[in-house]
RNA sequence: UGGGGCGUCGUCAAGCGGUAAGACACGGGCCUUUGGAGCCCGCAUUCCCAGGUUCGAAUCCUGGCGCCCCAGCCA
């Protein structure tokens, strides 16, 4: 992959608060559990979480919200928490993402030290308890089909029925699953099943399935093994193993914690207690990894890291900062109630970290020529330039300035509408760092009307951005000299998804905005920008925050992310006009 | 009465029997060499509804109503 070296990005950012320090934790039920148990001696005073990842997909911010949420109630006890991959499926496994969900956690900020576990581990471990568990008659091998034991699983309302194989004699259960294991029954001939209660209420009680045939490689264990646990078995007892002190997990595991119960207390171990909150959703923003997958095998995004994904790789490409993640999964706080919490307060988050840390440059995205009449042809000078203005520590840059300079083109306007007080014909406008200049006149093209070049005069009095008579100039415009200016390519992206709840209707993808990325290709920015590296994040002045594309950026020909916009007055008074 | 869970501002969310924190969003003002940032002010007489207990209820009890999850050999 190709970026992804928190080193170099931290490297021209300032030195970040430390996790622990950022805000005072705010509280919720979990942390109450954690102070309770604490208090009571529940666990001889040890904490101990872990993030429980399938490597089947990226981690996204949903996840985010998972990693704080276990590493920082593990780090506010002197706890550890462990990372463990929960890779009992090996069809839809792969070390890609292993690696990328290592990469993904220590980008955001959090450390496992050397509590790397995959529940592959524990196979064999896993394979003994479920002798166990037939030998106490707690577990039996059935024959049925799949489609058997769904129809004998009965329904929500209706008792199951149970398996005629359900009563075979315990020899006879060892025997066939010491066959399954050995690899002489086909895929999805027989199943181990838990013997629990066929009329449970609660489905997940009907016999669940413990282990099923696969004849499959693994990741991990290549072709040593043909059976494969499920999940409720094998995350309890991977927890019961690590010593777990409390599992969190989302909210739709809590119809399982019976289940998870069930097997400890079977098998008499160690006993950690489970508890479920609710999962982070965000307006706009599509959570499902099944659906984020298929964004990336149909092309409709370039990869997993795509600037427009929610995932972790895609939101460090576009330009977020781990330290704005870290904050905003602290402020949406932690409850048990669904909820879809607004992206503007991830945006906010990004925006307050950025102020502060963001070197401001100038950069015009939609370049419109602007000659200044009365500056001596061929003359160029140079201006102090603050690099940001919210740290004192910034320093300042030099930028060139010249008789032909780029200006936005949406900061003139040849008929403005009231309120605007950028450049039109006759006004006065103060170029940022620079001079005041005065619109004289414009060049259009003959054909299409379209204004082509803005003729100013300049105040030599006004160097630096102030004048003698103190006149007030309300308007000030970034620029670019435009024979100091580096071409540069900008992508501006949007929203992938147009509707609030891009799951809504029938198909997520008739819910894309139809147009997230635009590439504007002419874009000139200055010339302090010849060293900007991949991931480097920067303030255009007036415009928003970007960030050196980690993909596409060449020496030559940088390519800026829009990362996210800054708050536009402007654009609302004309709204609101309107 | 299939089982489990949840209902506090537009959105998140504190609150744990003593009289509704905070954040985002929104509205108004100040300030400004970024229409940025910052600063100030405003924003739930009321906690899904109805009863009850209590000197006192968002918090306890009873009964409704609403929303979410569960019938993979996925996690």
Known sequence: MKTDKSEPERKNLPASEPASVETAPVSNFIRDIVKDDLATNKWDGRVVTRFPPEPNGYLHIGHAKSICLNFGIAAEHNGTTHLRFDDTNPSKEDVEYTEAIKRDVRWLGFDWGDKLFHASDYFGKFYDFAVQ????????????????????????????????????????????????RAGEFPDGSRVLRAKIDMSSGNVNLRDPVIYRIKHEAHHM??????????YDYAHC?????????????????????????????????????????????????????????????????????????????????????????RDFCERIGVAKRDSVVSVALLEHCLREDLNKRAPRVMAVLRPLRLVIDNYPEGQTEEFDAVNNPEDPSGGTRKIPFSRVIYIERDDFNET?????????PGKEVRLKHAYYVTCQNIVKDDKTGEVTEVHCTYDPESRGGGTPDGRVIKGTLHWVSAEHAIDAEVRLYDHLFAKEDPEEGEDFRQNLTPNSLETLTDCKVEPSLAKAAAGDRYQFLRHRYFCVDSGDSKPGHPVFNRTVSLRDTWAKVQKSQK
């Open 133 to 180: 568990l037939i030998n106490d008659g707690k577990a039996y091998v059935d024959d049925l089909s799949a489609d058997e034991i769904r129809e004998h699983r009965g329904t929500l309302k209706d008792p199951g029925r149970e398996s005629p194989h359900r009563n075979r004699p315990i020899a006879e259960n060892l025997d066939l699953f010491h066959r399954m």
């Open 221 to 230: 264990t290549g072709d040593q093994w043909c059976i494969y646990p499920m």
């Open 237 to 325: 007892v991977s927890d019961s193993i690590e010593r777990i002190t409390h599992s969190i997990c989302t909210l739709e595991f809590e119809d399982h914690r019976p289940l998870y119960d069930w097997y400890l207390d079977q098998l008499g171990v160690y006993h950690p207690q489970q508890i479920e909150f609710a999962r982070l959703n965000l307006t706009y923003t599509l959570m499902s990894k099944r659906k984020l997958l298929a964004l990336v095998e149909e092309g409709v995004v370039s990869g997993w890291d795509d600037p427009r994904m929610p995932t972790l790789a895609g939101l460090r490409r576009r330009g977020y900062t781990p330290e704005s993640i």
């Open 416 to 424: 403005p509408p009231k309120g605007f007080f950028r450049l039109a």
